[in-house]
């Protein structure tokens, strides 16, 4: 199996970023968000045992996921988190396995924001990474790129890691405190750290 690291992170802490420069170098780069965006498309397996699960209400009239409706039931429900996980995970490690076996690259990047909250990919990643910064940078970026208030941020955040527990779980971090090119610099070194471990290991 190629070399993979688990990349993860709280909402707003850049895992996207980080991720994005990584592919640039190179890494080969699977994100579970995408993943799970493109197995709840209209009129996919996945979707009908969603709507079997929750009801029809939490459909669009254009037959896709209502995503704001559900994320909503999730954060407030811990019974309905469990019930989606038990849907989703199963189908979105699947098709991580498959894509890791297609993509040709020196090493494989796995971006998984519930990483350590799953322990799903400990047979599949061998180093563990966070990009971190602080909460109120995480609340900010968070409103700042999307419609959620602050108290939906932070209802999202409480159903995360705590930021500590998530840094000591971590084999490597990226301290996403300052600016982009501040992050380039901290994935480019990981990135030659890296390719060397992933030559080692073959």
């Known amino acids: ?30 994100d579970t968000d995408v993943i799970a965006h493109q197995l709840t498309q209209a009129g996919s397996p996945a979707l009908e045992t969603i709507q079997h699960a929750f009801g029809p209400a939490y459909l669009l009239p254009d037959g896709n996921l209502n ?12 019974a309905a988190k469990v019930r989606l996980e ?3 995970h199963p189908l979105i490690k699947q098709r991580v396995l498959d894509e ?12 998984v924001p519930l990483l350590l909250e799953t322990g799903n990919y400990g047979d599949v990643v061998c180093r563990v990474l966070v990009v971190d910064c602080d909460e109120q940078q995480q609340l ?21 890691i705590g930021r500590q527990a998530r840094l000591r779980e971590a084999n490597d971090v990226i301290h996403n405190t300052g ?9 480019e070194n990981l990135h030659r750290q890296y390719l060397q471990w992933a030559g080692n290991a073959r």
């Open 1 to 30: 199996m190629a070399y993979a690291v688990g990349l993860t992170g709280g909402i707003g802490c850049g895992k996207s970023s980080a991720a994005h420069f990584f592919a640039e170098l190179g890494a080969g780069v699977i």
């Open 100 to 111: 890791m076996k297609s993509i040709a690259a020196p090493y494989l990047l796995i971006v």
């Open 67 to 78: 995503r704001p409706k559900l994320r909503q039931l999730v954060f407030s429900d811990d």
């Open 140 to 160: 900010q970026r968070t409103m700042a790129r999307s419609s959620l208030s602050a108290p939906e941020v932070s209802a999202i955040m409480s159903k995360q």
């Open 86 to 88: 038990a849907i989703l």
């Open 179 to 187: 600016d982009l090119e501040n992050l380039r610099r901290q994935v």
